[in-house]
T-cell receptor, first 114, second 111 residues
Framework: GAGVSQSPSNKVTEKGKDVELRCDPI?????LYWYRQRLGQGLEFLIY????????KSGLPSDRFSAERTGESVSTLTIQRTQQEDSAVYLC????????????FGPGTRLLVL | GQQLNQSPQSMFIQEGEDVSMNCTSS?????WLWYKQEPGEGPVLLIA?????ELTSNGRLTAQFGITRKDSFLNISASIPSDVGIYFC???????????FGTGTRLTVIP
C-alpha cells in the first residue's frame, strides 16, 4: 500500500554528467507530475503525464531535461550535461486522474551537482 | 510564470499560539491549495479550496479562498510542536494544467 516512491534519495554528480531520477507512482494513479524545488523555494512544475495523452512538457527549463513514462507506471526524469544550477530536490507526485485531483508526493531526490 | 507571494517567510511562535499566513497573486485562480512539508518529505495536502469566499476547516486548520480570487489565507489555532514545517500555498488557473506554488512559510513552534 506504498505511496509514491523515488530513487535515489540522494545523488551527487559532477558537472557535465547525465543523471536519471526514478519515480514509482501509487498503483492505479493515471496522472504523474515532476516538480523541482530549489533551496528555500516553492515547487516549480516541470512535466505532467496523464494516461496515454501526450505529456505536458511546458515546465521543462531546457532541452537538457526530458522525462518518460512507461504506460501508467514508472517515470524517469533525465537531466543531461548537468549544471550546478540543476542542484535541487526533484519531487514526483501522482494522482488518480488529472490536475483536479489530490496529488500525493514522494519524498524527492536531492540532486547536488558539483 | 505566475508569482505567488506568500507571507511571512518564517514564524517563531510559542506553543498554544494561533498562526496566520497568507498568499496573494497578481492573477485570478480557480483553486487554492495549502500544503505542509516536513524535512526530507514531499508536501502533503492540508486543505483544498474551490470557490471564492469558501471557508474550510480541517481540525485546527482553517483556510479561506479570497473573494477577489487572488488571495488565500491559512490559520492554525492552538499550535503544537508537530505543526513545525514549511507551509506552501498553491494555485491553479482556469484552463491551465499546472499548479503555481508560493515560496513557503517556515513555522517553528517553541514548546
Amino acid at each position: 500500500g506504498a505511496g509514491v516512491s523515488q530513487s535515489p534519495s540522494n545523488k551527487v554528480t559532477e558537472k557535465g554528467k547525465d543523471v536519471e531520477l526514478r519515480c514509482d507512482p501509487i498503483s492505479g494513479h493515471t496522472a504523474l507530475y515532476w516538480y523541482r524545488q530549489r533551496l528555500g523555494q516553492g515547487l516549480e512544475f516541470l512535466i505532467y503525464f496523464q494516461g496515454n495523452s501526450a505529456p505536458d512538457k511546458s515546465g521543462l527549463p531546457s532541452d537538457r531535461f526530458s522525462a518518460e513514462r512507461t504506460g501508467e507506471s514508472v517515470s524517469t526524469l533525465t537531466i543531461q550535461r548537468t549544471q550546478q544550477e540543476d542542484s535541487a530536490v526533484y519531487l514526483c507526485a501522482s494522482s488518480w486522474r488529472g490536475w483536479g485531483e489530490t496529488q500525493y508526493f514522494g519524498p524527492g531526490t536531492r540532486l547536488l551537482v558539483l | 510564470g505566475q508569482q505567488l507571494n506568500q507571507s511571512p517567510q518564517s514564524m517563531f511562535i510559542q506553543e498554544g499560539e494561533d498562526v496566520s499566513m497568507n498568499c496573494t497573486s497578481s492573477s485570478i485562480f480557480n483553486t487554492w491549495l495549502w500544503y505542509k512539508q516536513e524535512p526530507g518529505e514531499g508536501p502533503v495536502l492540508l486543505i483544498a479550496l474551490y470557490k471564492a469566499g469558501e471557508l474550510t476547516s480541517n481540525g485546527r486548520l482553517t483556510a479561506q479562498f479570497g473573494i477577489t480570487r487572488k488571495d488565500s489565507f491559512l490559520n492554525i489555532s492552538a499550535s503544537i510542536p508537530s505543526d513545525v514545517g514549511i507551509y506552501f500555498c498553491a494555485g491553479r488557473q482556469t484552463g491551465a494544467n499546472n499548479l503555481f506554488f508560493g515560496t513557503g512559510t517556515r513555522l517553528t513552534v517553541i514548546p
